[in-house]
């Protein structure tokens, strides 16, 4: 088990990737805290999880909370060892279709959380002398996208602020990396599936988009999602991993997950 004895906090964990990765972190030995702003959700991913899992209800948008259960993990178990910042939120439009209040939700979903997060964790793994961040960004933050300002310019900042802190931390033992994942099948893209008409009409932009054809499946992000918060990623630090069955390759098109 490559995660044996190691404590790791998820947010967002009670559904789609998140959930797909707190099961694969507790499989891999890991006890892992699942957090979710949906308490009953995060509650059904830690009974997946097994034994080693327990639950807390978390919304990123609150500081505090953030800082609360950092320092309750911290006094419960003497450690932290891994924190994955999943949370993320998508408000479509571009410059006259998106407000000003949209616009700070989602840096304040995307970017401050996972900020105040980062932050909160340091001082415990610089004691450590060890520790992995891993920041969820998007393939969307790789590449420009028509109509998506407030989703592109955070994902983007993910990426940026991952970089930024994994070169300031990295003479700690402490690795920072950032995850962009393309087009999978969560509940995410509920909103977007709609704007398209429907789910045919989104399963024909995956296949369009996407050079291998397909969506990717939660569980295939959850093994990138492992080997970058586990010591096979042991001397990677400031990447953003891009899994997105080639959609980069062609350089992003129309519209982003
Ligand atoms: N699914 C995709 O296609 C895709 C692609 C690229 C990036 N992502 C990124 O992955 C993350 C989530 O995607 P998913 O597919 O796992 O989504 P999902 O819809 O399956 O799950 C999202 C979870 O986030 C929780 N959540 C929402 N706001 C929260 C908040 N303020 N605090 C805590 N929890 C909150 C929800 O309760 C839900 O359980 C986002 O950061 C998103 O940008 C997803």
Redesign the pocket.
Known sequence: MILAERIAII?????????AAAIAMAREGATVIV????GE?AAETAALAGARAIARP????DEGAITALVAETHETYGRIDILHN?????IAGGLEEIDGAGLDRSWA??VH?QFAACRAVMPIMRAQGKGAILN?????GVFLDKGMLA?ITT?SAVITMTKQIALDYARFGIRVNAL???????????PYTKQLGGRDALENVVSGMVPMGR?GK?EEIAEAILFLVSDRSSYITGHALVVDGGECLAGGANSA?
């Open positions: 947010t967002a964990a009670g559904s789609g990737i998140g959930r957090t979710d702003r949906n959700a978390l919304d990123v948008a999943h949370a993320g939120i998508q979903v995307n959380a969820t960004a998007s393939n969307a989703y994902k962009c994942p393309g087009w999978v099948d969560t509940p995410f893209n509920d969506f939660q997950p």
